[in-house]
């Protein structure tokens, strides 16, 4: 979702019809400091793109990959402490690991300090870091250094001697590809590179980008975001504090204008003004924030419980505790300006004063969106969201103004509208819950597992099918009388709050299987993990019959099977994702485990190989060290390609079937995926 609206459709282009190329998101750059005469630290800076983030050195086992220091000579000098991250540390918690990371954006740095020991020293090894953005993880990446140089030990430093620093920088590392610095860690792979080099591990690069060619790939974000706010601007219209005014509006721009076309152009303007307004919004909120600071916030422990506390209270609002308004000194003083002025700023002080008088509805809704749109670490966001609030807000006042009989035709002002504000509070209720949580998982509390969660959001929809069946009121619900002036006590129920109640209900039972641990997809995004559910029956997970490539293949050609390779890592937050809503997919999963030879492999695994494999990729010297190493010199060497999630589909000689599949959380296209890899295998 990282993409400018005015070049939409060329990145569309290139990003998804290229999705198998290789990307290095971090380049780091390494150097020598002499802190003083006995003291050495070697300093590593990476420079990050935007979007992208790498992670810090105190993650638990089980999380994202984490930053570690391999020392592989050392020689007149000892480590002095461990690697420190010294860059700008954010910390957020991550739902699917539930445990805290630390991640740095934009620049990260990390450090370690030696103790020089003999008057010449020399050392080399290799950082290793993970890096991840919304939608794909780096395998695990190395960074070589190799540094000598000379120095007083502690125990010859003259105590008032001091020397200038000196500093030795290494040129810019692009990542993933590493950097060998002395010849006598090469070895001798000649077998091993026959073995990396058969018809297995060939590259398939150019097939690949053959069955991407003339493809798209959905790409619906900047057009979600906009719908989102469209739909927000929707709702606000049929609030009490808006719809009433538009007739008003209409009305008095057609009357103090005889001639009636330019009462229409007033109108148009004043929609036009309305649409700045809320843009501008947009844009303060963006220019103040930035997209990646609303994104870190939301992802904040301290900041949830804040959004937690605001849309309660915007919640008890909706239900009539009482109402959030702005200063009447402040509405009626631009009020009265719009008065006294003409022209332009006349209509645009009316729209401005229309904005504040519906403040204490369209504040919640406008509050919602920003918090939600600045989490999605768009740039652009919070305007695209307000543009299409602001237009589904304005059209009306138009539209009247144009065709004033339709205004005979609209529903007139009533007891719906606060219909309208009930509904949105159990909504604004609902979705507080799911800041809540995330507050919940990072200090452990254990106040909102999965099956608490669930329950609340049960018994939240079953109330608010309740109130719309008529079973229950609210303070600002309006009276219904008979003929007689009397008060009817059991009022009737409208077909369409009849309807959408019996939506309520049906939504509350739906999330009961989850408390036995049913996946309840609908809400998957909202609810706590799976993991911190005490009582669990579901089962219907796919599951990997190899996490070895050359003998998975093996089985594939002996049972004539197509296959599906899964680049993975431990640390891979996406591929979880995935995981939890894609491959639960009953149909999903029985084509997985029963059509395809499914093959994964975990690019972060550090198990070690019998013996390190230096291979040659752009011409520079590259050691794979793990098992993990193997397999992401696999998938960029083969498929071009260095991020997961990452699916291809082979036939049993290593030859794709379809194009590669990254993150989409769309079970159709991926079912699409698979049934195609099928058909293809069958016909070839």
């Known amino acids: 979702m990282k993409r400018h609206i005015a070049f939409l459709t060329f990145a569309i282009c290139c990003a998804f019809s290229c999705m198998a190329q290789m990307q290095a998101p971090v380049k780091f750059s390494v150097q020598q400091k002499k802190v003083s005469d006995n003291t050495l630290e070697v300093e590593f800076v990476g ?71 003999e008057p010449k020293y020399e050392v080399a090894g290799y950082l290793t870091y993970g890096a991840c953005n919304d939608q794909n993880c780096m395998p695990p990446t190395n960074v070589e250094f190799q540094f000598e140089g000379t120095g007083i030990p502690e125990k010859e430093k003259a105590p008032a001697k001091e020397e200038k620093a000196e500093e030795t920088v290494v040129e810019e590392l692009p990542a993933p590809v590493d950097t060998v610095q002395s010849e006598d860690q090469v070895i001798d792979t000649a077998a091993v590179e026959t073995e990396l080099s058969n018809d297995l591990w060939a590259p398939v690069i150019d097939e690949l980008k053959t069955l991407e060619d003339g493809t798209t790939t959905k790409s619906n974000s900047l057009l979600g975001i906009f719908l989102l706010g469209m739909l927000g601007g929707l709702v606000a219209l049929l609030t009490p504090c808006v719809w009433p005014i538009i007739p008003m509006t209409v009305s008095f721009f057609l009357k103090r204008n005889k001639d009636r ?48 506390l605001m849309l309660l209270v915007f919640g008890a609002s909706f239900l009539g505790g009482f109402e959030i308004t702005l200063p009447s000194r402040f509405t009626n003083a631009v009020d009265k300006k719009s008065e006294t002025t003409t022209g332009l700023l006349s209509i645009f002080l009316m729209a401005f004063t229309l904005s504040l008088v519906s403040f204490s509805c369209t504040g919640p809704i406008i509050g919602f969106l920003l918090v939600e749109l600045g989490t999605t670490g768009n740039l652009l966001a919070p305007t695209i969201g307000m543009l299409g609030f602001a237009i589904a807000l304005a059209l009306p006042f138009t539209l009247f103004a144009m065709f004033p009989a339709w205004l005979k035709s609209a529903p007139k002002s009533g007891n719906w509208m606060n219909c309208v504000k009930v509904c949105l509070g159990f909504l604004e209720l609902a979705f507080a819950l799911k800041f809540l949580s995330v507050a919940d998982l990072a ?13 609340l959001w049960i018994v939240l929809f079953a109330l608010l099918g309740a109130y719309l069946i008529g079973w229950i009121r609210f303070p600002h619900d309006e009276d219904e009388y008979n003929e007689m002036g009397e008060v009817i006590v059991n009022p009737r129920t409208s077909i369409p709050r009849f309807f959408v109640g019996l939506l309520s209900f049906a939504f509350a039972l739906y999330m009961v299987p989850g ?61 979880r994702k995935m995981e939890a809503a894609v491959w639960t997919d009953p149909r999903v999963a029985e084509i997985m485990n029963n059509k395809y030879v499914l093959i994964t492999l975990y690019v972060d695994e550090k198990t070690p190989l019998p013996e390190t494999i230096v291979v040659k990729e752009n011409g520079v010297e590259n050691k794979l060290r793990t098992v993990g190493d193997r397999w992401s010199y696999l998938q960029r060497s083969k498929f071009g390609a260095n991020a997961q999630p990452f699916y291809v589909l082979l036939n049993n000689e290593g030859h794709p079937l379809n194009k590669s599949y990254s993150y989409d959380e769309d079970i159709s296209a991926y079912l699409d995926f698979l049934q195609k890899g099928l058909d293809n295998y069958k016909t070839k």
């Open 261 to 308: 076309s330019k009462g229409i152009r007033e109108a148009i303007t004043y929609g036009i003004c309305i649409v700045v307004i809320y843009v501008a919004l947009g844009l303060l909120v963006t220019l103040c924030f930035g997209a990646s600071a609303l994104n870190a916030l939301s992802t904040n422990a301290v900041f949830n419980i804040f959004f937690f």
């Open 515 to 575: 408390l036995w641990g049913a996946p309840c997809k609908a809400v998957s995004a909202f609810a706590p993990p799976m993991q911190t559910q005490d009582f669990n029956l579901y089962e219907n997970e796919v599951k990997a019959q190899f996490t070895d490539y050359d003998q998975g293949m093996a089985y594939a050609k002996a049972h004539n099977m197509p296959v599906m390779i899964d680049f993975t890592g431990y640390g891979c937050v996406n591929c």
């Open 443 to 455: 200090y452990g509390w254990h106040l909102l597992d999965r099956e608490t969660f669930l329950c």
């Open 47 to 117: 420079k990050v793109d935007a979007g992208w983030h790498v992670y810090g050195t105190d993650i638990a086992d089980g999380g994202p990959t984490r930053a570690e220091l391999t020392l592989e000579k050392t020689v007149g000098l000892t480590p002095d402490g461990k690697l420190r991250a010294t860059g700008n540390l954010h910390r957020a918690v991550d739902d699917l690991f539930e445990m805290e990371v630390s991640y740095m954006e934009g620049t990260a740095k990390f450090s370690q300090k030696f103790i020089i020991t």
